[in-house]
Structure formats: C-alpha cells, structure tokens
C-alpha cells in the first residue's frame, strides 16, 4: 500500500467518534516478549498522541520509564490506547502475552472487530499464538501480522514471512504474504544490515525512515528488481481474492492492474478475513517522530480493518432467557453494551472498560446490569439497576470525559459499583442480556487462610471484589476439606491474586497445602463393642452397644441397620447410637477422613434405668465404631478424576508418558481436529494439582485439559501410609 495523507489525533482532548464506520477496534496479540506494548507506543507516536520524549502533549506522562519496564517485562491485563488516523478513531487493544492471563486476551477479542498478530523476528512464533490464530480462523476474525524487532542482530525479515505462511498460511499459503520488502542500510560491525526503510510492492515505491520521518522515493534499479520479482505473488495472492471473477484472465492475459484496484480489493479481503497481509514495525529511534513501518501499519487498520457495523449482528436475549431480535451496530438502536474489564482505582473507585454493541451510552443515566452463566466461578446470577457516572477514555495515564459512546466505540464508566466482567448494561426499560464468552476454566488451586483476625474480617469482601474483576478465577468453599481456595489459571496468575489482595483490598493471605478430598471404608466386616461406663457421684453414665461393619459398593455412604431383640438397648436410645457412630464417621476412623460406603449394624447392648442417657450411647456407639476400626484393615480411598487433555498430535506421546507416571490410565484417544489429539485418561486427583503448570511445560504451551470428579478408590497401601504418618504428625 502506498503513502495516504493522515490527520493525527489532537492532544489535549478525548479521542471521540460521530459514527461508528469511522471506529476502528484492533486487538494486539502475541507472546510475551514480542513487542505488542513497544509497537502500542510506535503507533501513538506516529500518530501524534505523543511527542518525541515520549510525553503527552500536555505534559501527562504515558507512563514512566520504571514502569514502561515493568510492563515489558510482565504485561498481565488488558489495555486500551485510543488514537487517531485520517479522521478514523482506532482502539488498540493490548493483550497480556502470558498464559496465565488469558482472561484478558479473550476479553480484547471479544471487545474487537480485527487482529493484529505481533510476532518477533529473533523469536518465532510460539504455540499458544497458533492456537489463537485459529481461534480467530473458526470465527472468520480478520487478522493482520506484524513482524517486529529487526533490529536483533539473528532477525531475518524475509525468514520469518516464510514461517508465517508456513504456519498461519497452512491451508491457504497464498493468502499470507508481505505486502513491503525491507531496505537495510549499511552493515555494523557484527555484519548485521539494519532495516532503514520499506520497499511497497503495490507502490513500488522506497519509504526511507533513517532521518527520523518518513521520506517516500522512487526505486533505484536494484531496489525495482527487488520489488518486481516479489510483487507478481502479492498480486496474485490479492486477486485470487478479489470480487471480480474476470481480473484474474486479464491479469494473466497481460493486463496491467492499477494500484487503486488492487488496493481495493486487497482492503475488502483483508475485512472479509480471507487475506492476511504480512507488515514489520520497529519503535522510533531517539528524537525520531516516527517508527520504522508504523504509517503503513496505520494505512491498513483504517483502509483494510472492518468498522464496527461490519460485525455480524450481536444475539441477545432477555435475562429469563426468551429469545430477543439480534443487535446491529446502530447509535439510536436499542442500548447493548458489554463490560469487557473491571479494575479498582483508589481515587475513583470500580472502572469498568465498555464495549458498546448497539445504541449510546451516555453519562449519568441509569442502565440496567445483567450477569448470568458464570455461577460457577462464584459470580452469581443479578438483575439490577444502576446508575452510571462519567464516561471517560485513558489518555495517558488521565482519562478524558467523554459526553457520549456510541454504537462500536468503547469507554470507561465509573461507579458501576455491582457491575462485574462479563455483564451486559442495556435500557433500564427493556433489559437485554448478550450470551458470555468463553472462559478458560480455573484447573490450579490455591488454599488460603487470613493472616490475622483483622484480616479474616475483610477477607470476605476482598475475594469477593477480586472474582468480580476477574471470571477467570473462581472461589470456593470446599464442603469436605473445608478450605477457601482460588482456582486460578497458573502461578504468575495467583502471584497477582495474592498481591491485589494485599495492595488494593488490605488483606493479607497466606497460602496453604492444598488438601483433596480422601475418604476411609472398611476393606472388610469387623465387629466393636463400645462400653462408657462412668460413676461419679449423683447420676452415673451408662451405656454398652455392640455393633458390626461391613464395606458396601462404592456410592453407598453409611448405612445404619438395628437388629437390637429383646429391648436390650431401648428404642428412645436407638437413634442416640445412630448419631454417634455417624458422627465418628464424620470424623473418620484411621487418618482423620470421612467414613464411607459402609453398613454399621446394631446387635446388642445395655442399658441402665437411671444412669442410661441419649449422650451416653452417642458416646457408646462412636467407641465401638472406633475399635471396630482398630481390628480390621481401612483403606484410603482417593478421588479420581476424569482428565480430557488436548494437544498437536507430537505431544502425545510426552503427554501419555508424563500421565503413566502420575498413576493415570490412558482410556481413549480421538482426533480433535486437524493436527490435534485429545487424550482421555483416569488419574488420581492428588496427582495433578499442579498439572495446569506442568501440562503447559510438557506441551510447549499448547496443550488443554478439562476435568471432572469421576470416583473414590482405594489408595495404593505405600501412598496411604504415608497420608496416615503425615495425620498422626499432624495430630
């Protein structure tokens, strides 16, 4: 593509849009380390958000050198940069590279209309990048790829197009190709030839960037021949795609297609999503105005990139969940809007970032708040009002008003105090509600315990916030352990819950060993007898029982049977037994571990007329069901889960093997699609609490899994003897 005269956004105002067609929503994706917040920064540079120091132009600072770093080095949420191109207002969307924050990569996909894919030239391009790509591929999202750090002394421009149509170009090579040659000046000491500038093969024209600022010239003959001999593959990759079924005859026919048509087309395929052009980007030198690539980078957002009411049209339905005619992107349609991220501010309090579907949002007016489908992860389903303060866009690091948000455009609200990621914010009058996008589900434990009692007070409230902000956490009280624990997506992703806990809520955690659920039960009958007996001056204690255990199918709990004859112990006392010996149960009878899948029967005993009293037999039968226990053999039973593990095809023998020796038994193997397998396995759940971590290590990064509790079984006797010296330990 060729030069286009721009206009770049004026400083000192909020960035704001009349209508959705001149919107542009990209979302930047990649790895972490690829450049996506260096090529942010390019762009508002180039752009003219910012000067040459780096500074808005009123003097508010983007961020400061501590924290750019910090953010290089760990970028773990969702962000939102507005700028201006050719009077088109275009929200970029930067993305966590981590794998522990794909929450927030999911939620920028849901916020925009097209993806920018970064990768790097010295580092390739990473699993879990593929993975979104073809995410983005099953849902016809329209992408774009740009190859950033060329100036690493091992970058090869051209190497690395290559690996893209290799790989994003799998089933279409000739839809993935570079729509610019680089032009390298003269080589360092270290034989490596910088990249100065561009060479457009549509053009064919030389885009010299050393000065600083884009100087556009004609081609010498050996930067022609350059471009002649990769611009005949570009048009043709273009016109496979074009509309015009007859440009291909006249093109092979000899035809000279001008560069307007060629653009055209190759812009309606780039929105279409069937064409994804190939781009390289380098930040600005110091005192530059401009980065290397970033114009023309800015020239396909506003030219190929889809507007908002290009998105098909968005299904809704009412909270109770009867069918609703879908949304298209119209300001004066009826008002649809999704709260894409939540975070807290210590001055302002909760922020939500809007993506608004459909209709306008303006300040201080009451919409309603609409969350479903995520109960689950402790978000229950609501149903509110609310009545939204200012509406703003970041600028830097101040946020600007903004008197309105119309259909395709996103924002900032303050003060949605209930509103949580996720919920839909419509008409107070006619409440609508937009189906929640996939989340990847929480599958590593964190336990938990307050750090003091001051703590403990305001633990409550403080989780609760911090699942609000994030769906991709979930909080659980566990019933049979009885621990508080964060279901979280990795260790950098508990590392950050702990430490919003502590700096934006004031509670201190401490974490614990996770405990799984383990169970005992009799490997065979036995008999006890329980006898508590005591005198002590005025009324005595007095009661005996005998009773016999016997294991059950697993499934069968405990099950209590009296076979008392004669009145030896009587009725009234009966279920006093009963509750004793379900209360040792309770409580377990060899390492401390609920009781199951056994029938306890009652078959003798005695009583006294005056010292007989409903405490006496609960007592009498806990200590029978105690000696029983201590007579015969008690199996550990451990939970066993069911485990669906996706990865390619050449992880599955790692995958297979790393599950053999966590005791897993490999049941099933099926195609999951193309180059994929999904594995199916049964495995003992005390063998994977790490697995979300370690499967990630295994896989390169590229495998999943999802489980679900499947039994208990007995543990093998060197694993349970060890959980019992543990108990004792601990008793």
């Not at 990630?696 to 489980?707: Q, Y």
Request: aromatic share 4%; net charge negative; with cysteine.
């Amino acid at each position: 593509m060729g030069a286009t005269s721009h206009q770049a956004g004026a400083a000192g105002r909020a960035l704001t849009a009349d209508r959705p067609s001149a919107i542009r929503n990209v979302v930047l994706v990649g790895h972490s380390g690829s450049g996506k917040t260096t090529l942010v920064e390019a762009l508002a540079l180039t752009a003219g958000a910012v000067n040459r120091a780096g500074r808005v132009e009123d003097g508010a600072t983007i961020s400061d050198h501590d924290e750019i770093e910090h953010r290089r080095q760990r970028s773990i949420q969702l962000s939102l940069v507005p700028v201006e191109w050719g009077g088109i207002k275009i929200n970029i969307l930067d993305t966590p590279g981590y794998a522990d924050f794909v929450g927030e990569l999911r939620a920028g996909l849901r916020a925009a209309d097209a993806a920018l894919f970064v990768v790097s030239a010295s580092d390739g391009i990473d699993g879990a990048t593929r993975m979104v790509w073809d995410e983005c591929e099953a849902v016809g999202m329209p992408r774009a790829i740009v190859v950033t750090h060329l100036e690493a002394a091992r970058s090869d421009y051209t190497q690395m197009t290559e690996v893209c149509g290799e790989i994003f170009g799998a089933d279409d090579p000739d839809a993935v190709i570079p729509l610019y040659l680089p032009l390298h000046g003269p080589a360092g000491p270290d034989g490596h030839a910088p990249v100065t500038g561009l060479l457009g093969l549509l053009s064919q024209r030389v885009y010299e960037y050393a000065s600083g600022e884009r100087v556009e010239r004609d081609p010498d003959p050996a930067e022609l021949a350059l471009i002649t001999d990769a611009r005949s593959r570009l048009i043709e990759g273009i016109i496979a795609e074009s509309e015009d079924e007859g440009l291909m005859d006249r093109y092979l026919g000899g035809e000279d297609i001008d560069v307007k048509t060629l653009v055209d087309d190759l812009e309606r395929a780039v929105a279409r999503g069937t064409f994804h052009p190939v781009l390289m980007a380098a930040p600005a030198a110091d005192g530059a105005k401009q980065g290397l690539g970033t114009v023309e980078l800015l020239e396909l957002i506003t030219g190929g990139f889809p507007t908002p009411p290009e998105r098909a049209a968005v299904t809704v339905s009412a909270p109770d969940g009867s069918p609703r005619p879908a949304v298209t992107c119209d300001p004066d349609g009826p008002l649809v809007a999704e709260v894409v991220k939540t975070s807290s501010d210590p001055y302002v309090g909760r922020i939500s970032l809007v993506r608004v579907f459909s209709g306008t949002l303006k300040p201080e007016e009451t919409v309603h708040v609409s969350g479903h489908g995520l109960a689950d992860r402790g978000h229950e389903d609501h149903d509110l009002d609310e009545r939204i303060g200012a509406l703003s866009s970041p600028f830097g690091k101040q946020q600007r008003t903004l008197t309105r948000c119309i259909a395709g455009d996103l924002a900032c609200v303050a003060k949605l105090s209930r509103a949580e990621t996720g919920d839909t914010l419509s008409a107070k009058d006619d409440p609508l509600l937009m189906e929640p996008w996939t989340m990847p589900d929480p599958l590593l434990p964190l336990a938990i315990e307050a750090h003091s009692k001051a703590d403990e007070d305001k633990l409550s409230q403080g989780l609760a916030r911090l699942v609000a902000e994030d769906p991709t956490m979930r909080l659980e009280q566990n019933p049979h352990t009885h621990q508080l624990v964060l279901w979280c997506l990795g260790e950098a992703h508990q590392d950050v819950a702990l430490e919003r806990l502590r700096t934006r809520y004031g509670v201190q955690v401490d974490p614990v060993p996770h405990k799984v659920s383990l169970r005992e039960t009799f490997a065979a009958k036995a008999a006890g007898r329980g006898r508590h007996v005591k005198q002590s001056g005025g009324h005595g204690q007095f009661a005996i029982c005998e009773i016999e255990v016997e294991p059950l199918p697993p499934g069968s709990g405990v099950e209590f049977v009296d076979k008392v004859v004669g009145g030896a112990v009587p009725r009234q006392f009966i279920p006093s037994v009963e509750k004793g010996v379900r209360s040792q149960a309770a409580r377990g009878v060899a390492a401390g571990y609920p009781l199951v899948d056994v029938r306890i029967t009652l078959l003798d005993g005695k009583a006294h007329s005056v010292d007989s009293s409903d405490a006496a037999f609960q007592t009498a039968g806990a200590l029978a069901l105690r000696e029983a226990a201590a007579e015969a053999r008690i199996d550990l039973l451990e939970p066993v889960a069911e485990l669906a593990v996706l990865v390619p095809d050449e992880y599955v023998g790692p995958v297979m093997s790393d599950l053999a020796g966590r005791r897993g038994r490999v049941v099933g193997t099926d195609q999951a699609g193309p180059g994929r397998t999904r594995v199916r396995a049964e495995i003992p759940e005390i063998e994977i609490g790490r697995y979300a971590v370690e499967l990630r290590s295994v896989s390169h990064g590229t495998g999943h899994f999802a489980r679900a509790y499947a039994r208990h079984e007995p543990m093998p006797p060197q694993i349970a003897d060890k959980v019992r010296e543990q108990a004792e330990k601990g008793n």
